[in-house]
């Protein structure tokens, strides 16, 4: 008997319309806007510029929203010529949503008790699925990830590796300023962020732009 193979399902190409995106940033912006939320009101860091961010709002009692929107600035050049004014044009939009959610958020949701644990979690659940929405969306929350793409461009040098070396020195800070177990806390919830794109941002599962 003739053994067959189920044939191969096509993959409809699409592309999305400006109401896709939009509610797509939005989501994605505001999302991410609630993962901060987590992360400060247990005390906990992040990678990325927002890590950055996050530590300059603790150092100086700034508000993370306008700290955040204000460090990303300069990336947007290197955003403009890396991938275009298109990206550009959406990542602000998403920073911009992201420092507002920051600011009005805590008016309307608090955390009475939320274990460090389920907060690391939820902040890295809640986070990844919101960057996900970004990057689907041609989006992104700026920062670190473009110069690393534009040093790629230039030098070679592996962008994750220039991600890695960034995120390295934001949570050796850290440790200066916060108490390890929280630094640890912080770090499971980065590493749950890293394993829902890991798992979830593939190409061949996901091709519409």
């Known amino acids: 008997m003739t053994q067959t193979t189920a044939p191969t399902p096509e993959i409809a190409h699409t592309r999305h319309s400006l109401t896709d995106d939009a509610q797509g940033i939005l989501y994605g912006g505001f999302m991410a806007g609630f993962g901060v939320l987590i992360l400060q009101s247990l005390g906990f860091v992040t990678g990325q510029t927002a890590g ?3 530590l300059i709002s603790y150092a100086t009692g700034w508000s993370f929203g306008a700290v955040f929107f204000v460090i990303n600035l300069p990336f947007y050049y290197l955003g403009w010529k890396r991938i275009g004014p298109m990206f550009v044009a ?27 644990l389920a907060g690391a979690v939820l902040f890295g659940g ?10 689907r969306h041609g989006s992104s929350l700026g920062g670190v990830g473009i ?11 592996k962008a994750g590796w220039t991600q890695m070396i960034f995120d390295a020195c ?40």
């Open 90 to 116: 959406k990542s602000l939009t998403a920073v911009t949503i992201l420092s507002v959610t920051t600011a009005v958020l805590p008016n309307y949701v608090g955390f009475s008790q939320l274990h460090p």
């Open 52 to 54: 950055a961010a996050i």
């Open 170 to 209: 934001v949570f050796a800070i850290a440790l200066s300023m916060r108490d390890w177990h929280l630094v640890a806390w912080s770090a499971l919830g980065a590493l749950v962020v890293n394993l829902v794109i890991t798992w979830n941002h593939r190409k061949d599962r996901y091709i519409a732009t």
């Open 126 to 135: 809640i986070t990844g699925s919101a960057l996900l929405a970004l990057f």
């Open 147 to 157: 110069v690393a793409l534009y040093l790629q461009d230039k030098t070679g040098f």
